[in-house]
């Protein structure tokens, strides 16, 4: 990880010159305005447009017109935001235009796989280009504003919301995080394709005790520096245009009022100079964590704390200000906050032309353009893990008959996941109906197997029997089990991580039945896929997680299965055995009893007495269909010296196969002798490389010092002096030891 020292934090992509004028003239504005013009500045409510929470107020309309509402969630399309922004210019006091925001997390209406399908690619680069596709149809349809990048660090699949974000570790979650905000705001603030970005949810979310969603988080203040923050500091590097606090508490202390986030760290050392929001209804939630006696003093605690705008409870609009008046709350931190939203909105264009982004023809041109469509079918290639594959894949040449089992095999709405924007099921194709394109000669069977339903627990035996009869007749068949869309996101945490209601008892017994089988499953998260796994040996077999891929997720999927492009994801998150061991993640602490050591009675160690301590598939894995070999790695030198030094390490790939392929080359430390315990393994830096069947590709990685460092107990960034272990590899639990000396 890089040193937490940074660099001023830009704004957009603005310069200091044009930041500076367009302070200067919200500076002029604010001096017309009224506190109650302030503070509507500082509220948002929802339109009835879309819903992504409680509806609690009516009425906005009229807010609108008076001037009590800064910002309009959840309104779309560019005439309805046109009419909404019409009221706001023509009608109240001073015309201050609208800002809109929406969630926006993996599309717009071109619905691109969820946030942690597409970390599996190991490709910031295709997932800046998701974003930019989404930041385009978006902007097309009125949107200014995305909630996204969700870079919450998540180590524990009972969370529904790892769907989000990038997984389980702290530098790929960096990376995309970075990527996404490039792709969103573009290089323009100003460009008509652009919107701002809104890094969420800080901080510490993905920590929720249990895994259950909203709530509270444990961490030391050490442990959410090094692990939890960078993700949400890559993104203010980015130049990030806001934050959204998240809803727990943080040590205590609920994030939406809590100063060492919003006033030390986000401000003063991160230097940010964008707005913070909360999430929906944060402030209302104070009361209920119990750090707040009513809704004056929530507001109070929020405000004074850094927040500058409220997302749908009306507590600013409510009480800021008599806050004001009693000198509980300056009239100098009005002013902050509305001048941040004032900017916000300068920089975006919209007080020269209020209506730039409400086009509705080029609206009609943006959405489902065809070059949407097809990067999101290369994204969902991408971003598919093939996790085991008995020679089975790629079915080539095509089977002349082919079964198709599994309700999920004929829905097009669970290929979409949770937050699929303004995307619609009848825009994509099942994968059923993909194949029956594809393979237009062959006879294709389908029966729909069982329920998908995790409180089904009646006998599904005729299902199973009729299913195996289809499987049957076939050459192959191919088994859809998994999550439907309700079972994986927000507000939806699951104790059981198998396969939901009676599937698994269909898998097997396809699998049983003698046909080859290509098991896919579909998911928001990672599954306790064991019992599955193991009936896949000495079977002719293949097992395909595809996540939820998203509008053209049907079309890759037959892309993957008939070999037309190879598998090339990898793991952001380690797939369990069970669910006793979540969370689960490979950057563990070293315990002074590790299974490896010798022992006089290896019982006395840390172990389960019932299963190994590894997951079932490692973070980091993933098959392709070809292989690469890996020669011995090399070091430039045995040695660093200085913070200012660098080493090179360099090692050689060689694609004994026969087709192309991509490899996801990861690299991992080791500091097995520091001032306090480090990770048995940290990520420092990948590289994903496409190389050629029978060809030889040498790549070089960059050591510096500040990759060795880490923050202490004392909360100071340090490198120390030592002996360092590099693990280079295809996966944490595949790779090659080099070490070398550390002497600044």
Known sequence: MASPSATPARFFNLDERDYAAAEQRCRALLARMTLAEKVGQMSQFTSDRDTTGPSIREGYQDDIREGRVGSIFNAFDADFTRQLQTLAVNESRLGIPLLFGYDVVHGFRTIFPIPLAMASSWHPEGVEAAARVAATEAAAAGIHWAFAPMVDVSRDARWGRVMEGAGEDPLLSSRMASAQVRGYQGHDPRALDSVAACVKHYAGYGAAEAGRDYNSVDLSERVMRSVHLPPHQAAVNAGVASVMTSFNTVDGVPASCNALLLRQILRDEWQFRGLVVTDYTAIMELLEHGVAADARDAARLAVNAGVDMDMQDGYFLDHLAELVEADDVSAARIDEATLRVLILKDVLGLFEDPYRYCDEAREATALLAPEHRRKAREMAQQSMVLLENNDLLPLSPAPQRLAVIGELADSRADLLGPWHGNGHAQDAHTLLEALRGRLSSAEIYYHAGVPVDIDDTASRQREIAEAVTTAQQADVAVV?????????????????????????????????????????????????????????????????????????????????????????????????????????????????????????????????????????????????????????PQLDKPTLTGPDDQLTLNIELTNTGERDGVEVVQLYLRDPVASISRPVRELIDFKRIEIAAGARERISFIIRAEQLGFIGSDLRWRCEAGRFELHIGAHVEDTQTLTFDYQP
């Open 480 to 632: 859809v089990v998994g999550e439907k869309e309700p079972m994986s996101g927000e507000a939806a945490s699951r104790t059981d991580l198998g396969l939901p209601g009676q599937q698994l008892a269909l898998a097997l017994a396809i699998l049983a039945s003698g046909t080859p089988t290509v098991v896919v499953t579909l998911s928001g998260r990672p599954l306790v896929l064991s019992e599955l796994t193991a009936a896949l040996t000495g079977q002719s077999a293949a097992l395909l997680h595809g996540w939820w891929p998203g509008s053209e997720g049907a079309e890759a999927l037959v892309d993957l299965l008939l070999g037309d492009v190879s598998p090339c994801a990898r793991l952001p998150m380690s797939f369990p055995r069970s669910v006793g061991q979540l969370p689960l993640y490979y950057g563990q602490l070293p315990t002074g009893r590790p299974v490896f050591r010798e022992n006089p009675d290896p019982r006395y160690s840390s172990k389960y007495i019932d299963s190994p301590n590894t997951p079932l598939y490692p973070f980091g894995y993933g098959l392709s269909y070809t292989h690469v070999d890996y020669a011995t």
